[in-house]
């Protein structure tokens, strides 16, 4: 059983920060593009465009990478709310019971 | 002068572009690091967030913080990489330029030259041929005694012409002989410089290919898939229904059928990337279709389609010929390269591809990646998708 201290709001605003991740990533993806020709003509030609091509396919990873956390802690804070909302309507049933 | 005629060439490539390219990687470095900085932040505002849910969160992302700054490590050793091989080319093809035109200029002095020593032995010739014929002259005007004394007296004037012409022809001659030979000794010495400024900038460009084949990047695997509620909670009614497992990737994902031909490529594609850099297990993915801990090549592809609401079990390749709803022959969207048997010294596997982007698990590698876990490689060459004899695609896609 878990033991937790949480206050679901900070959880939900580190959220918001988190998803923001995969268009910081995209960001950085189109600012890669622009050196595509840079070793056109060299013999590094080739070891540079699959490191490029690598690069490219491997960053939206990171991108959502960064937008699951978010969505995790987004669930994880409305989930936080909703049981305390509970809580606290069971308790007030209880008293109006009482 | 063309370039052959000095025998220098002046490597190719664009160093200036190269060094925008390591200022780029250099940016995409301080982004990383700012992004992973980010989510260690984010944690920090998490304040005394405590608790399995916590727990668990806080290993994934640190999961994906190391991950970011290990690719802003490849970012930062693919810049600096750049960077000494940009400043490498400037300076090879800068002495490569000069040597050719100071060889291009030996050249055309050469020429100069050769022609001048041409003309200085013309003239050598013809004034030993003039002195040959005065001193000729003067012996016979001589053996006419009184008679011929006034002709003797202009063959030796005539012959003493030609002995000056015949000095200065050959002193130009010796001059141009000269003149050559330094030329010569000084065309080798730029050719050579030329040829070394070439070797060097070669040599540059092999190290620094070198440097870049060895970077690799491996994406984050977000491993906390279920960051619910506290599991003190979860008995609530009320709360059950809201601490139902978050998306997220290793999650088990399960497309309804009758799904649209988008929606179950992006399943797929969501599918196959959130199980990007599981292990290959052999035999992995054919227990069921929840969480593995990591795929075989065949568990994985069925993985995938199942992802888009295909295959009612985990096939092995040589049951995903017939399967429903699996038919033969490439898709628009998605095609499955499918090798049952072992053939020409490849064990049986199996590959997908979705949207022009391959993945597998296990398998050989090869110049596209591959031969290891989950992963999405570059598309292979043609003769390797030559030994999968089966090649299918699902219905619709």
Known sequence: MSEFLVTPEDVVAASGRLTAIGGEVDELLRHLGGCASAAAGTPTEGAFDDLLGHFSSMLPHFGLAGEHLGVALTGAGRSYSSCDDHVVGACEAGQDGA | ?397
Not at chain 2, 16 to 44: C, F, H, N, P, W
Not at chain 2, 81 to 90: N, Q, V
Not at chain 2, 155 to 167: G, I, V
Not at chain 2, 312 to 321: E, G, I, K, R
Request: aromatic share 6%; hydrophobic share 40%.
């Open chain 2, 1 to 397: 002068m063309r370039q052959a005629d000095v025998g220098i060439r002046v490597v190719e490539g664009d160093a200036s572009l190269m060094s925008d390219a390591a200022r780029r990687y250099d940016t995409v470095r301080q982004g990383l690091e700012e992004i992973g900085d980010k989510v260690l932040s984010t944690e920090a505002a998490l304040g005394g967030w405590q608790g399995q849910a916590a727990s668990s969160y806080r290993a994934s992302s640190s999961k994906v913080v190391t991950s970011f700054h290990a690719a802003a490590r490849v970012a930062a050793t693919t810049s600096a990489a750049l960077r000494r091989y940009s400043a490498e080319l400037e300076r090879c093809q800068r002495e490569g330029t000069i040597s050719k035109r100071q060889a291009e200029r030996c050249m055309t002095e050469i020429e100069t030259q050769t022609r001048l020593l041409s003309a200085a032995e013309s003239d050598a010739e013809a004034a030993r041929a003039e002195l040959s014929v005065a001193e000729h002259d003067g012996t016979l005007a001589r053996g006419r005694g009184v008679l011929g004394a006034g002709n003797a007296a202009h063959a030796d004037q005539r012959a003493a012409a030609a002995r000056a012409s015949l000095t200065d022809a050959q002193q130009r001659e010796q001059r141009s002989r000269h003149r050559l030979s330094q030329l010569r000794e000084e065309l080798a010495q730029w050719r050579a410089k030329g040829r070394r400024a070439e070797e060097e900038a070669h040599a540059a460009a092999h190290r620094t290919a070198g440097v870049l084949r060895a970077q690799t990047v491996t994406p984050p695997l977000v491993v906390a898939a279920a960051v619910a509620a506290p599991s003190a909670l979860e008995s609530a009614p009320a709360a059950a229904g809201q601490a139902g497992l978050l998306t997220g990737p290793g999650a088990p994902f399960n497309a309804p059928i009758g799904l649209s031909a988008r929606a179950k490529v992006d399943a797929m594609v969501r599918f196959a990337d959130s199980v990007l850099g599981k292990p290959y297990i052999w035999g992995g993915g054919h227990g069921g279709w929840g969480p593995q801990p990591g795929y075989d090549c065949s568990g994985f592809v069925s993985a995938v389609l199942h992802a888009g609401g295909y295959l009612n079990q985990p096939c092995d390749t040589s049951a995903l010929v017939g399967q429903h709803g699996i038919l033969a022959g490439p898709g628009h969207v998605v095609t499955i390269y499918d090798r049952a048997l072992p053939i020409a010294g490849n064990p049986g596997h199996v590959i997908i591809s979705i949207n022009g982007h391959f993945y597998e698990s296990g398998g050989q590698s090869g110049p596209w990646g591959g031969g290891g876990g989950v992963e999405s490689i570059g598309r292979p060459s043609a003769s390797y998708l030559a030994t999968f004899p089966n090649v299918l695609h699902p219905q619709g896609l």
